[in-house]
């Protein structure tokens, strides 16, 4: 049974690598972005789970419903702030700092759920921490804006983490089909509503940007986090949370591929140390 696992994850952590590389050639605003990639991934799956997700809405809880709504919320803050980060750092450390969401989901766990931690996961909290310091510092000098943007995706991060703690006792009673189209779904009308407000274009886009978007829902958002979130329902998350670590490699890979965006040797140095955290704080309970 678990070869398939695997083999989802796989190509769920690959899809997810492709993700900052789209957005960074798409010429459209973060919040609209942001947008169709959830309410499009939302709408592609409805036809498939529009009876499942109101017969399983119906039949939960008013407290379990908040939960699932605040799931869709959390998720939105966490893409506005993640694509926006794009925009003011190197893609490198982007998809590095959002992806620390491990550490920040087991501090949560700690803090509100009463969870206990090993040694194991506070030395990668230690080890997350010094890297996220030496990353500010070189991007300080070698990118312009690299703190603004550094700091929306470590805010990505906490969001993700959120996200997780949220859906991490419904996804053992919701199926995962069911569960990311309430998410995207509750999560798309926050983020098409709040572009709205802020009068951020929501068309008259190139046919690239088109395709773009619609790539966007394909990959990173069907098959990379429908994946990351079916292998969640079958395996502990600190074996996820350990794969997941491949999705940055996957991104600056591409990035210094197709953009040109070659990392210095102290951002690299840097990120090693902020995935060596991730993975001490992901195997920790494995």
């Known amino acids: 049974m678990k070869i398939p696992v695997y083999f989802y994850l796989f190509f769920g952590v690959i899809a997810l690598g492709c993700s900052a590389i789209l957005i ?19 709408l592609l799956l409805l036809p498939f789970t529009r009876h ?21 919320i959390f998720l939105a803050f966490h893409f506005a702030f993640w694509i926006e980060s794009l925009s003011h750092t190197s893609v490198a450390s982007s998809v590095v700092l959002a992806t620390t969401n491990p550490i920040f989901a087991g501090i949560g766990g700690v803090v509100l759920l009463g969870e206990k931690e090993g040694r194991n996961f506070w030395l990668g909290v230690l080890l997350a921490i010094v890297g996220s310091s030496v990353l500010a510092y070189s991007d300080f000098v070698g990118w312009e804006g690299s703190f603004w943007g550094n700091s929306l995706a470590l805010s990505a991060a906490v969001m993700a983490s959120a996200y997780m703690l949220c859906g991490r006792k419904l996804r053992m009673r919701i199926p995962v089909a069911a569960y990311v189209t309430g998410c995207y779904g509750f999560s798309g009308v926050l983020l098409f509503g709040t572009a709205l407000i802020l009068e951020q274009p929501l068309a008259g886009y190139s046919n690239d940007t088109w ?38 490699l996957v991104a600056t890979a591409l990035a210094w591929w197709l953009l040109q965006e070659v990392p210095t040797s102290s951002r690299l140095f840097a990120c090693s140390i902020i995935l060596m955290g991730i993975v001490l704080g992901g195997r920790s309970k494995s």
């Open 24 to 42: 960074r050639l798409a010429d459209a605003e973060p919040l609209a972005i942001a947008a169709y990639r959830m309410g499009g991934g939302a």
């Open 52 to 72: 499942n997700v109101m017969e399983i809405w119906g039949a939960l809880s008013l407290k379990e419903k908040i939960i699932w709504a605040g799931s869709g």
């Open 211 to 248: 395709l773009l978007l619609l790539a966007m829902i394909l990959i990173p958002t069907l098959i990379g986090h429908t994946s990351i979130n079916y292998a969640l329902g079958h395996l502990h998350p600190g074996k996820v949370a350990l794969a997941v670590v491949g999705e940055p």
